[in-house]
Nanobody
Framework: QVQLVESGGGLVQAGGSLRLSCVAS????????MRWYRQAPGKQRELVAA???????NYADSVKGRFTISRDNAKNTVYLQMNSLKPEDTAVYYC???????????????WGQGTQVTVSS
């Protein structure tokens, strides 16, 4: 069964750092398109960072210069390094990826279950 499992969230003080991980499992050959979204209480889900073939393509203006998206092909893992965190970064963070399976089939825009990030002031 294909899964995207996020981890690395938690409680951190403003100015601190966290690194989120998103591990793809279940017959995954590679990850191509990859994205991190977040959803704060009472707000719509928003795109935070995106990359194709491990190359960042865009960041939300609110995180530019602070967040970095990356990929480890060997581990089928996508990362989001978050530095200089602010209370307004508090949200549930979701991984979303385009996955090439060992069967040759593609799964597009596959979602993880999310991980909570809370930044205290």
């Amino acid at each position: 069964q294909v899964q995207l499992v996020e981890s690395g969230g938690g409680l951190v003080q403003a100015g601190g750092s966290l690194r989120l991980s998103c591990v793809a499992s279940g017959g995954i050959l590679s990850i191509n398109g990859m994205r991190w979204y977040r959803q704060a209480p009472g707000k719509q889900r928003e795109l935070v960072a995106a990359a194709i073939s491990g190359i960042p393509t865009n960041y939300a203006d609110s995180v530019k210069g602070r967040f970095t998206i990356s990929r480890d092909n060997a581990k089928n893992t996508v990362y989001l390094q978050m530095n200089s965190l602010k209370p307004e970064d508090t949200a549930v963070y979701y991984c979303n990826a385009d996955l090439l399976l060992s069967t040759g089939r593609w799964l597009y825009a596959y979602w993880g279950q999310g991980t909570q990030v809370t930044v205290s002031s």
